[in-house]
């Protein structure tokens, strides 16, 4: 059980460290033997220290005893990589070797790409900021990795490698895990359950399902009661006109993360070994992890002064067929992948628009909010020849399929505002993109 009581346990930032763990000990006859973390980034099984680009792992061993549950925290032990954590209602930026070629509030709509940094579940393009359990390894390569793994990695790429089904022996696991941060009500935990069960020598099953539940810790305390009829700026020497006009939402930045994963693996000859994967994982945020304390509002250290909440909600599948086929002479892998990704979420328009001088500000009672959707859908194919032979030259020789379909809406809502202005609209929709 962790339970931090730090003034700063609410704020979550990121520190850099020169760290990286490469291997997981063992002591066995009162001997301690290094066990090399074996990696894969280059196609090819090898070592972090002999491989020829600029890789880092972290292995499930080091993530488990260092508490790393996320992207955010694994970037923590990576040197030259570091994310700017701005909670899970927004888009994490992942920023390699200082250089960021993404706007930092390029997050404000919905989004559901990686930038210039790609993220893979396996052998399979898919981002999203994973949860890290049941994990074998996360690597990320850092610097331009398009010869390997085509667009979208001009800053790198994060590979998330999941533990596959084992063919030994049946395995369970539960974990659990509670904490509280200062500024916070209530309890935060984490449950989940991995299991593993061979039917044959050649047939495994393995599957994993994990809940988190944390509070939050922003309050957001000038929520309007009706937008377009309270008054968003009452007398706030009068605390019948406050609590007429306004309402208040305690830990509002919540987050609840259901996620998991169910694999089948086949290998039914020494020379072919196959994977079928489903993951899913569905996180719903209730509000921004922001701090207005500077604003005109009194706002304390953890208050946002967002007059409408922000909640947002994410929901990521993927389908995924890995077969890898020894040919002697060079290794094959097919990686086939169908993933779907939907989000929903509103934000607060209402100081924007004021700011912006077009007659909003007139209007006494104005509050306004954008509600927006987006979805896609992607299948990708890769086909790959990896040469084994013994020899002064090795050789890659592959092709890379993907399809993209994508579709994104944003409306903006002013309840009241047409009616002040003397015309008619039910639905107070003001923009629609």
Do not use: C
């Not at 030259?80 to 701005?86: C, L, N, R």
């Not at 941060?181 to 309890?187: C, D, F, Q, T, W």
């Not at 002064?305 to 909640?311: D, I, M, Q, T």
């Not at 006494?364 to 979805?375: D, I, K, S």
Request: hydrophobic share 35%.
């Amino acid at each position: 059980m962790r339970l931090n009581l730090s003034p700063r346990a609410a704020l979550l930032t990121s520190i850099s460290v020169l760290a990286v763990t490469v291997a997981t000990p063992t002591i066995a006859s009162a001997q301690v033997e290094v066990e090399e973390l074996i990696i894969t980034a280059t196609r090819r099984n090898s070592t972090v220290q002999d491989a020829p680009i600029n890789i880092a792992a972290v292995g499930a061993v080091e993530m488990q005893k260092q508490g790393l549950t996320d992207l955010s925290d694994v970037a923590k032990w990576v040197p030259g990589i570091h994310i700017v954590d701005q909670g899970s209602r927004s888009d994490n930026r992942i920023i390699v070797r200082g250089l960021n070629a993404d706007p930092l509030g390029s997050d404000e709509g919905v989004t559901a790409g990686g930038g210039t940094v790609a993220t893979y579940v396996g052998e399979i393009p898919l981002y999203v900021d994973l949860r890290t359990n049941d994990l074998e390894r996360v690597e990320i390569l850092l610097g331009p990795q398009g010869t390997l793994y085509g667009a979208g990695t001009l800053g790198g790429a994060i590979r998330y490698i999941p533990n596959r089904p084992d063919f030994t022996a049946p395995m369970m696991e539960v974990r659990a895990d509670a904490y509280q941060y200062s500024e916070a009500a209530s309890l935060s935990g984490d449950f989940g359950v991995t299991f593993n069960a061979p039917l044959s020598d050649t047939f495994a099953l393995r599957a994993s399902f994990d809940r988190l539940q944390d509070s939050g810790f922003v309050d957001y305390n000038f929520l309007v009661q009706r937008p377009g009829i309270s008054d968003p700026d009452p007398d706030f020497s009068d605390p019948s006109a406050v609590a007429q006009n306004l309402k208040h939402e305690k830990d509002a930045n919540y987050e609840d993360v259901t996620s998991g994963r169910l694999a089948a693996r086949w290998a039914p000859t020494d020379w072919l070994d196959g994977t079928l994967t489903y993951h899913f994982q569905d996180k719903d945020v209730g509000a921004r992890q922001v701090s207005h304390r500077r604003s005109t509002l009194a706002t304390g250290d953890y208050e946002a002064a967002g007059r409408v909440l922000e909640p947002n909600e994410r929901w990521n599948e993927l389908l995924a067929l890995e077969v890898t086929a020894d040919l002697g002479f060079a290794q094959l892998t097919s990686s086939t992948g169908k993933s779907r990704y939907t989000e929903r979420g509103q934000r607060d328009q209402t100081d924007l628009l004021i700011s912006l001088e077009y007659s909003y500000e007139a209007f006494p009672t104005f509050t306004a909010y954008t509600q927006e959707e987006a979805g896609q859908q992607v299948l990708s194919q890769e086909v790959r020849l990896v040469s084994d032979h013994e020899g002064p030259f090795s050789w890659i020789l592959g092709g890379f399929y993907y399809e993209l379909d994508s579709n994104s809406s944003s409306k903006e809502f002013t309840p009241g505002y047409a009616e002040w202005l003397g015309g008619n609209r039910p639905d107070a929709l003001e923009y629609y993109n």
